[in-house]
């Protein structure tokens, strides 16, 4: 068997071919450096904790876990609003340094998600595969390394985010490094009593790895535990908890009855904090015209509030 080099540091292909389904091989070598962010957190264990440790981590997480609903999610994936193009490439940038590859694959598969959901050609669903297939190990396949670009013909005339697409470790490494050398600032250090790997380790790996499940539960918790407003041919379904951790996007069932709303949160008491935070942004007018939960909608929910 002969190893190719260039398999792996090679930007991973763009196609226009249709996928082979959920038919996916897990390839190992690609899950190293997911399992080398979460080996490296126990880091953690060999320096001292403050509370600006907590602080870091909280900003880093809630910074780019906002990127990720809002701009890969409701924006890239649904066009739920509108934004000119330079918000457009920071919200972008931000996701991207999630470690979650880039916003055109981003939104590729979750547009065939939502026309496969829960059927044989969905990849990460809970009932056609193990849970933890659906939760991680379908990320590390070899359907799940091309972006599909038949699935997001209104994104290619970008070159910028054709650009980070295809190079999606950039944001990565400019954010783990950026952590700890602003760590090794000495300024720095006396107001927070942080060196450069405990910044590294509050700032990008602890809030890098807890995004990376966050956003998985939507996939594999809110497929199976929760409840179910609307009737949508599959077993998406409403958790407050995963809405808690990810912003709004907990409220699934509701979503996948509905995706193209900028809000998710359809009824009170769904607090969806990504949607807030999008009414903010354009109050300052660097996002419009966010699309409304139609009133047939809410009519048309099974259980109401």
Same mark, same amino acid.
């Given at each position: 068997?002969?190893?190719?080099?260039?398999?792996?540091?090679?930007?991973?292909?763009?196609?226009?071919?249709?996928?082979?389904?959920?038919?996916?091989?897990?390839?190992?070598?690609?899950?190293?450096? &997911?399992?080398?962010? #979460?080996?490296?957190?126990?880091?953690?264990?060999?320096?001292?904790?403050?509370?600006?440790?907590?602080?870091?981590?909280?900003?880093?997480?809630?910074?780019?876990?906002?990127?990720? $609903?809002?701009?890969? #999610? @409701?924006?890239? +994936? #649904?066009?739920?609003?509108?934004? =000119?193009?330079?918000?457009?490439?920071?919200?972008?940038?931000?996701?991207?340094?999630? =470690?979650?590859?880039?916003?055109?694959?981003?939104?590729? #598969?979750?547009?065939?998600?939502?026309?496969? +959901?829960?059927?044989?050609?969905?990849?990460?669903?809970?009932?056609?595969?193990?849970?933890?297939?659906?939760?991680?190990?379908?990320?590390? $396949?070899?359907?799940?390394?091309?972006?599909?670009?038949?699935?997001?013909?209104?994104?290619?005339?970008?070159?910028?985010?054709?650009?980070?697409?295809? &190079?999606?470790?950039?944001?990565?490494?400019?954010?783990?490094?950026?952590? &700890?050398?602003?760590?090794?600032?000495?300024?720095?250090? +006396?107001?927070?009593?942080?060196?450069?790997?405990?910044?590294?380790?509050?700032?990008?790996?602890?809030?890098?790895?807890?995004?990376?499940?966050?956003?998985?539960?939507?996939?594999?918790?809110?497929?199976?535990?929760?409840?179910? @407003?609307?009737?949508?041919?599959?077993?998406?379904?409403?958790?407050?908890?995963?809405?808690?951790?990810?912003?709004?996007?907990?409220?699934?069932?509701?979503?996948?009855?509905?995706? =193209? +709303?900028?809000?998710?949160?359809?009824?009170?008491?769904?607090?969806?904090?990504? &949607?807030?935070?999008?009414?903010?942004?354009?109050?300052? =007018?660097?996002?419009?015209?966010?699309?409304?939960?139609?009133?047939?909608?809410?009519?048309?929910?099974?259980?109401?509030?």
């Amino acid at each position: 068997m002969s190893f190719s080099l260039s398999k792996w540091v090679c930007p991973p292909p763009e196609t226009f071919d249709n996928p082979k389904g959920s038919k996916g091989k897990v390839e190992w070598f690609r899950c190293l450096p &997911y399992v080398l962010i #979460h080996l490296s957190a126990l880091l953690v264990f060999f320096h001292p904790v403050t509370f600006y440790c907590f602080v870091i981590a909280f900003l880093s997480y809630a910074a780019r876990m906002f990127a990720i $609903t809002a701009f890969y #999610h @409701r924006y890239f +994936s #649904h066009r739920a609003f509108k934004t =000119g193009r330079i918000v457009q490439f920071l919200g972008a940038l931000t996701a991207c340094s999630s =470690g979650q590859r880039g916003p055109l694959w981003w939104a590729a #598969h979750h547009r065939r998600h939502h026309r496969h +959901s829960d059927a044989e050609d969905d990849v990460h669903s809970p009932h056609t595969k193990s849970l933890l297939w659906s939760h991680t190990l379908w990320f590390m $396949t070899d359907y799940a390394v091309p972006t599909f670009l038949k699935e997001i013909p209104d994104w290619l005339k970008f070159p910028e985010l054709r650009f980070l697409n295809r &190079y999606d470790w950039i944001p990565v490494v400019l954010l783990a490094s950026g952590c &700890y050398f602003l760590g090794e600032i000495a300024a720095f250090q +006396s107001i927070t009593g942080m060196n450069g790997i405990m910044f590294l380790i509050w700032g990008f790996i602890i809030p890098t790895i807890a995004l990376y499940h966050a956003t998985f539960a939507v996939n594999s918790i809110n497929h199976l535990v929760g409840s179910k @407003r609307f009737d949508t041919g599959d077993e998406s379904r409403n958790n407050s908890f995963v809405a808690f951790i990810t912003m709004g996007e907990g409220w699934h069932n509701n979503h996948h009855f509905f995706p =193209g +709303s900028a809000k998710q949160g359809f009824f009170p008491g769904e607090f969806d904090l990504t &949607y807030q935070i999008l009414r903010i942004f354009a109050f300052f =007018g660097l996002v419009r015209n966010l699309r409304p939960v139609p009133d047939w909608v809410k009519k048309k929910a099974s259980i109401q509030p």
